[in-house]
């Protein structure tokens, strides 16, 4: 490509220094002890402006100090926080919360909900509480983790997002109705991480529930997503989920993607899953080949490879923390560096960021206190120890306090040009930016583990150990203990044994290898396989899901999360917001 990045002077000079010992403001290293305190006094005045403001609403406004419910009255808020409160060690309180939402949290709503949302914020954050529990002191109920009242909501809200995945594709619509399942007439049109970030939570689902019905839809969602990828190895933005044809042909890593290329890797860890992974790899060529130009990411058309559009957004952030998760440190770093300059030129994120031109784009001057940047820099930290990451903690701090803190919480930036206001505070304030921001300053948290201290349970179906460490962030930054999934496993062994008792008596063991192979084909879309006995064993029960849904006619559904309207192509073409 002729394509070249003029980067501003400004920016290279701001670079801050690759090398430990990186000096603050002052000439010293930001100090752990004194920024998570910091951390923590923040959590707990958007957390009490919350309660005292807006509960049992969805989420705080905090310029008029009042509640509206945003993305299906669940009181949000409340199920975002709730496992940063163990984290940040209030036992008390996270016991309390989960008294509540017990009384007050109602899925049997006439709601439309983003099936994306609800999946990662409420099924992700009650599944995580309920791992979570006994940890806090909460007097779990026999049978626990293989049931309790936090999983029962988690699998409540998760059987009423099922219906959007009854298309002929397998991949879902972006909305449901949580009372009557669908509604009629709304658009097939699905953003990329709409259909592919489910199988954190969902194959969590069915491994404590022991119903195999969510990780299968999960599966088949992703499956389906990779067999649409161009000649070149990408992926657009948008889908039609009736036709499998792409409406939004922008191929990028950041917003109506990001949690799709997240969740292959993180699935991949959870689930000890050499498919998965491959099919990330495979994928990082294609983005590395196409958009990668001097360490920043760029906008091109998927089948082409050509620029569309030479921005950064804020939502990208969140890449060199995954690059760190598959040990791309160097990568990581220098991409974070350059995010980080960004940072510096305005105290925040502006949503899009124009890399040519040094500045922000029209209508997307703001930062609605986003944590992308700040997860990259609590992997990064873990990784390699490097101060200058402490460094963007620091200036997150002072950047958040200084701009957005008012007297009910703290409200997202309108525009970092000028640091006016909006009157909201998004639920993921709580749930993430507040979150990593805590673990950057706080090394020894349970979080942290490395396996040196554990719980042994005993469970109806045998003693597993929780709370080695290793836990899976899902996109919402709640924790999954991967342990868990495998403390209620017992059905699925029962199963494999009828099986195997079934050939022995029908003395149809001489045909044992065949079936075997059978069922652990993969199919036309797997993609390049690793050498033979590396990474992960695939399982016996991988037909099953990776079978075609039931084609059924259902109404339409629409996508509204993560929305990319500042620019898109369709079908070759480009509109704008007022399209």
């Given at each position: 490509?002729?394509?070249?990045?003029?980067?501003?002077?400004?920016?290279?000079?701001?670079?801050?220094?690759?090398?430990?010992?990186?000096?603050?403001?002052?000439?010293?290293?930001?100090?752990?002890?004194?920024?998570?305190?910091?951390?923590?006094?923040?959590?707990?005045?958007?957390?009490?402006?919350?309660?005292?403001?807006?509960?049992?609403?969805?989420?705080?406004?905090?310029?008029?100090?009042?509640?509206?419910?945003?993305?299906?009255?669940?009181?949000?808020?409340?199920?975002?926080?709730?496992?940063?409160?163990?984290?940040?060690?209030?036992?008390?309180?996270?016991?309390?919360?989960?008294?509540?939402?017990?009384?007050?949290?109602?899925?049997?709503?006439?709601?439309?909900?983003?099936?994306?949302?609800?999946?990662?914020?409420?099924?992700?954050?009650?599944?995580?509480?309920?791992?979570?529990?006994?940890?806090?002191?909460?007097?779990?109920?026999?049978?626990?983790?293989?049931?309790?009242?936090?999983?029962?909501?988690?699998?409540?809200?998760?059987?009423?997002?099922?219906?959007?995945?009854?298309t002929p594709t397998g991949m879902p619509y972006g909305t449901v109705n949580l009372l009557h399942g669908v509604n009629p007439g709304e658009t097939p049109v699905t953003c990329t991480a709409g259909i592919g970030t489910f199988i954190v939570e969902f194959a969590t689902?069915?491994?404590?529930?022991?119903?195999?019905?969510?990780?299968?839809?999960?599966?088949?969602?992703?499956?389906?997503?990779?067999?649409?990828?161009?000649?070149?190895?990408?992926?657009?933005?948008?889908?039609?989920?009736?036709?499998?044809?792409?409406?939004?042909?922008?191929?990028?890593?950041?917003?109506?993607?990001?949690?799709?290329?997240?969740?292959?890797?993180?699935?991949?860890?959870?689930?000890?899953?050499?498919?998965?992974?491959?099919?990330?790899?495979?994928?990082?060529?294609?983005?590395?080949?196409?958009?990668?130009?001097?360490?920043?990411?760029?906008?091109?058309?998927?089948?082409?490879?050509?620029?569309?559009?030479?921005?950064?957004?804020?939502l990208e952030a969140y890449w060199p923390g995954l690059q760190s998760l598959i040990g791309d440190i160097d990568n990581a770093m220098r991409t974070f560096l350059n995010y980080y300059t960004v940072w510096k030129q305005f105290g925040g994120l502006p949503e899009f960021?124009?890399?040519?031109?040094?500045?922000?784009?029209?209508?997307?001057?703001?930062?609605?206190?986003?944590?992308?940047?700040?997860?990259?820099?609590?992997?990064?930290?873990?990784?390699?120890?490097?101060?200058?990451?402490?460094?963007?903690?620091?200036?997150?701090?002072?950047?958040?306090?200084?701009?957005?803190?008012?007297?009910?919480?703290?409200?997202?930036?309108?525009?970092?040009?000028?640091?006016?206001?909006?009157?909201?505070?998004?639920?993921?304030?709580?749930?993430?930016?507040?979150?990593?921001?805590?673990?950057?300053?706080?090394?020894?948290?349970?979080?942290?583990?490395?396996?040196?201290?554990?719980?042994?349970?005993?469970?109806?179906?045998?003693?597993?150990?929780?709370?080695?460490?290793?836990?899976?962030?899902?996109?919402?930054?709640?924790?999954?203990?991967?342990?868990?999934?495998?403390?209620?496993?017992?059905?699925?062994?029962?199963?494999?044994?009828?099986?195997?008792?079934?050939?022995?008596?029908?003395?149809?063991?001489?045909?044992?290898?065949?079936?075997?192979?059978?069922?652990?084909?993969?199919?036309?879309?797997?993609?390049?396989?690793?050498?033979?006995?590396?990474?992960?064993?695939?399982?016996?029960?991988?037909?099953?899901?990776?079978?075609?849904?039931?084609?059924?006619?259902?109404?339409?559904?629409?996508?509204?999360?993560?929305?990319?309207?500042?620019?898109?192509?369709?079908?070759?073409?480009?509109?704008?917001?007022?399209?």
């Amino acid at each position: 490509m002729s394509f070249r990045l003029l980067i501003p002077l400004g920016l290279l000079c701001a670079l801050p220094p690759l090398h430990h010992g990186a000096p603050g403001p002052d000439g010293t290293a930001p100090d752990p002890a004194h920024y998570r305190e910091r951390v923590k006094a923040m959590f707990y005045h958007a957390y009490d402006s919350y309660l005292e403001n807006a509960f049992p609403f969805d989420e705080l406004r905090p310029l008029t100090c009042d509640g509206h419910d945003t993305w299906g009255s669940f009181s949000l808020t409340l199920i975002d926080a709730l496992d940063t409160l163990l984290i940040l060690g209030n036992v008390s309180e996270f016991q309390r919360v989960i008294e509540v939402l017990q009384d007050n949290v109602d899925f049997d709503i006439d709601v439309n909900a983003s099936v994306f949302e609800t999946n990662i914020r409420v099924v992700g954050g009650l599944l995580s509480a309920h791992l979570l529990s006994k940890k806090a002191g909460v007097e779990v109920e026999a049978g626990w983790p293989c049931s309790g009242p936090l999983l029962r909501m988690a699998e409540e809200a998760a059987r009423k997002l099922l219906p959007a995945f009854q298309t002929p594709t397998g991949m879902p619509y972006g909305t449901v109705n949580l009372l009557h399942g669908v509604n009629p007439g709304e658009t097939p049109v699905t953003c990329t991480a709409g259909i592919g970030t489910f199988i954190v939570e969902f194959a969590t689902l069915s491994s404590l529930t022991g119903d195999p019905v969510f990780e299968d839809v999960a599966r088949v969602a992703l499956m389906r997503l990779w067999e649409s990828r161009s000649d070149i190895g990408l992926v657009g933005n948008h889908i039609d989920v009736l036709t499998g044809k792409w409406v939004a042909q922008d191929a990028g890593i950041g917003a109506g993607v990001d949690s799709y290329f997240e969740y292959l890797v993180k699935g991949a860890i959870l689930l000890q899953d050499e498919k998965l992974m491959a099919m990330f790899l495979e994928y990082n060529k294609a983005i590395r080949n196409y958009t990668r130009f001097d360490d920043w990411y760029l906008w091109v058309q998927m089948y082409k490879g050509t620029v569309s559009m030479p921005v950064f957004q804020s939502l990208e952030a969140y890449w060199p923390g995954l690059q760190s998760l598959i040990g791309d440190i160097d990568n990581a770093m220098r991409t974070f560096l350059n995010y980080y300059t960004v940072w510096k030129q305005f105290g925040g994120l502006p949503e899009f960021y124009n890399i040519p031109q040094g500045y922000t784009v029209e209508k997307r001057e703001g930062y609605p206190l986003r944590p992308e940047l700040i997860e990259s820099a609590m992997y990064l930290y873990r990784a390699t120890g490097d101060p200058t990451l402490l460094e963007l903690g620091r200036d997150a701090v002072e950047s958040i306090e200084k701009i957005s803190k008012v007297e009910c919480g703290f409200a997202t930036i309108k525009d970092l040009r000028d640091h006016k206001l909006d009157n909201r505070m998004e639920s993921f304030f709580l749930a993430e930016t507040v979150k990593y921001l805590y673990l950057l300053f706080d090394p020894t948290n349970f979080i942290h583990n490395n396996g040196s201290t554990f719980d042994a349970v005993i469970t109806p179906y045998g003693e597993c150990i929780l709370g080695a460490g290793g836990y899976i962030f899902n996109t919402e930054a709640h924790p999954i203990d991967p342990a868990a999934l495998h403390c209620c496993r017992r059905l699925k062994e029962e199963q494999w044994e009828v099986e195997d008792l079934m050939r022995e008596f029908y003395s149809l063991k001489r045909n044992r290898s065949k079936f075997q192979k059978k069922t652990v084909s993969s199919g036309p879309w797997e993609p390049p396989a690793g050498p033979p006995g590396t990474l992960f064993s695939p399982e016996n029960h991988d037909q099953a899901r990776e079978r075609k849904p039931a084609k059924q006619r259902v109404p339409l559904l629409s996508c509204p999360s993560q929305p990319f309207t500042s620019k898109l192509a369709l079908l070759g073409q480009v509109f704008l917001d007022s399209s």
